[in-house]
């Protein structure tokens, strides 16, 4: 069984090394390793062809820089393994991960696409393990729509629940499955690319099954492209209309595909596009903050989180005024932050007068756990907001997709 790892890699040098090392020791040996320079203007090409050297598992690809989609589409191509495993250049794995995916993944089951349960984030000065509960298991044709699409939205109340993530680092899929699905990929989509690709994978595929293995290091790093310039936010705005044109045609042709997977899928777009950039759902006519009803204009306010949501949260408060902004508050200071704002601690939130806080933060396991610690030290749950599922469901979606589905 010969596994092909593919990373695109661009301007990564000082995370590229570490990236091949833990790829060329694994414990598998019979990999196939392509990197894919997507026009560095560092030193990461140089890397790469170093490597290669040294090794002669390892194929580079230099290209001009189109985009980590078209990076992944020339590593395909030349991809001769049985199934494709993605590694982004500034991340790196732990020795054993493709050992177990092969043996507790593909031999026992033969699946289409195998997803790797667990990964790990590492900060400047320490690292996060996040673990997954799901039941490691097979899931049929059926079960696919039915049962393992609501692992990564539902509806209602669900939306706010993930026990799964659409990133390419977790899953590893049958060759030919990855290239007739990565090609129908737009180069165009900058954010939410791993989304759209698996999205076209699990509909095509007959058989997914899923493993525990905590083995991928997501290095969180201030330029990365998870964090939105307000530069660049018009380019990200285009991206995710282009996302959900393409997926909409996508599901459309896709004759089968019952309604409640397009609401699944209308509400995992929606949950994106709020984790990404406001701009596009808030409704200028409303009198409070969009999706936080009680948040009435005028409201003094302390964010809570610095993550995805949290960063896109601030960057409408910063640019719209409706609202007094009195702190940003993470347990993660490293964070990217704004020249406006730092993310201060906490413990701060004592310190300050304010209406409301506001949990940025999408999933409901981790949005609970803040709230009882806010209760517990005193906060009163009148100033607690947090995202209301009904608000996303009944008013944020546009006309367009509510007539679709």
Same mark, same amino acid.
């Given at each position: 069984?010969?596994?092909?790892?593919?990373?695109?890699?661009?301007?990564?040098?000082?995370?590229?090394?570490?990236?091949?090392?833990?790829?060329?020791?694994?414990?598998?040996?019979?990999?196939?390793? %392509?990197?894919? $320079? $997507?026009?560095?203007?560092?030193?990461?090409?140089?890397?790469?062809?170093?490597?290669?050297?040294?090794?002669?598992? %390892?194929?580079?690809? !230099?290209?001009?820089?189109?985009? &980590?989609?078209?990076?992944?589409?020339?590593?395909?191509?030349?991809?001769?393994?049985? @199934?494709?495993?993605?590694? $982004?250049?500034?991340?790196?794995?732990?020795?054993?991960?493709?050992?177990?995916?092969?043996?507790?993944?593909?031999?026992?089951?033969?699946?289409?696409?195998? @997803?790797?349960?667990?990964?790990?984030?590492?900060?400047?000065?320490?690292?996060?393990?996040?673990?997954?509960?799901?039941?490691?298991?097979?899931?049929?044709?059926?079960?696919?729509?039915?049962?393992?699409?609501?692992?990564?939205?539902?509806?209602?109340?669900?939306?706010?629940?993930?026990?799964? %993530?659409?990133? /390419?680092?977790?899953? +590893?899929?049958?060759?030919?499955?990855?290239?007739?699905?990565?090609?129908? &990929?737009?180069?165009?989509?900058?954010?939410?690319?791993?989304?759209?690709?698996?999205?076209?994978? #699990?509909?095509?595929?007959?058989?997914?099954? /899923?493993?525990?293995?905590?083995?991928? !290091?997501?290095?969180?790093?201030?330029?990365?492209? /998870? !964090?939105?310039?307000?530069?660049?936010?018009?380019?990200?705005?285009?991206?995710?209309? @282009?996302?959900?044109?393409?997926?909409?045609?996508?599901?459309?042709?896709?004759?089968?595909?019952?309604?409640?997977?397009?609401? &699944?899928?209308?509400?995992?777009?929606?949950?994106?596009?709020?984790?990404? !950039?406001?701009?596009?759902?808030?409704?200028?006519?409303?009198?409070? #903050?969009?999706?936080?009803?009680?948040?009435?204009?005028?409201?003094?306010?302390?964010?809570?989180?610095?993550?995805?949501?949290?960063?896109?949260?601030?960057? =409408?408060?910063?640019?719209?005024?409706?609202?007094?902004?009195? #702190?940003?508050?993470?347990?993660? /200071?490293?964070?990217?932050?704004?020249?406006? =704002?730092?993310?201060?601690?906490? +413990?701060?939130?004592?310190?300050?007068?304010?209406?409301?806080?506001?949990?940025? &933060?999408?999933? +409901?396991?981790?949005?609970?756990?803040?709230?009882?610690?806010?209760?517990?030290?005193? %906060?009163?749950?009148?100033?607690?907001?947090?995202?209301?599922?009904?608000?996303?469901?009944?008013?944020?979606?546009?006309?367009?997709?509510?007539?679709?589905?």
């Amino acid at each position: 069984m010969k596994i092909s790892i593919v990373v695109p890699i661009y301007n990564v040098q000082g995370y590229l090394e570490r990236c091949i090392k833990s790829i060329v020791e694994q414990s598998y040996s019979n990999i196939e390793i %392509i990197l894919v $320079d $997507d026009g560095s203007t560092d030193r990461s090409a140089k890397i790469c062809d170093f490597y290669a050297r040294l090794d002669k598992r %390892i194929r580079v690809i !230099h290209k001009e820089n189109g985009g &980590v989609t078209s990076a992944r589409k020339k590593g395909a191509e030349i991809a001769s393994g049985d @199934y494709i495993l993605s590694v $982004d250049g500034d991340d790196w794995i732990e020795k054993d991960r493709v050992e177990e995916l092969v043996v507790k993944g593909i031999i026992p089951s033969g699946a289409d696409m195998i @997803y790797l349960a667990g990964y790990i984030k590492d900060f400047e000065n320490y690292s996060q393990a996040l673990y997954c509960d799901i039941v490691e298991r097979m899931y049929i044709r059926d079960e696919i729509e039915k049962e393992l699409l609501y692992l990564y939205c539902g509806v209602g109340e669900n939306i706010f629940t993930s026990s799964i %993530i659409f990133s /390419m680092s977790t899953w +590893a899929v049958k060759r030919d499955l990855f290239k007739s699905k990565q090609q129908y &990929v737009d180069d165009r989509i900058i954010m939410g690319e791993d989304e759209i690709f698996i999205w076209y994978c #699990l509909l095509s595929a007959e058989r997914v099954s /899923m493993i525990i293995q905590n083995g991928y !290091h997501y290095v969180q790093r201030a330029s990365s492209s /998870m !964090h939105i310039s307000k530069e660049h936010g018009s380019d990200y705005i285009e991206s995710t209309q @282009y996302m959900y044109t393409q997926l909409k045609q996508y599901i459309e042709d896709y004759s089968l595909c019952p309604r409640e997977t397009k609401r &699944v899928f209308v509400n995992a777009i929606m949950r994106g596009v709020i984790n990404l !950039h406001y701009e596009l759902v808030l409704k200028k006519q409303i009198n409070y #903050l969009y999706p936080f009803p009680k948040v009435k204009k005028g409201s003094r306010i302390v964010v809570y989180g610095a993550g995805r949501m949290g960063y896109s949260l601030m960057k =409408y408060l910063i640019q719209s005024k409706d609202y007094q902004v009195v #702190l940003w508050v993470d347990q993660n /200071m490293e964070l990217p932050s704004f020249p406006e =704002y730092g993310i201060s601690p906490v +413990a701060d939130i004592l310190q300050n007068d304010f209406d409301y806080i506001v949990i940025a &933060v999408m999933y +409901a396991k981790i949005s609970n756990e803040i709230k009882e610690t806010l209760v517990n030290v005193g %906060i009163s749950e009148e100033k607690i907001a947090r995202i209301s599922a009904s608000v996303i469901e009944e008013s944020a979606l546009p006309d367009e997709i509510l007539n679709w589905v």
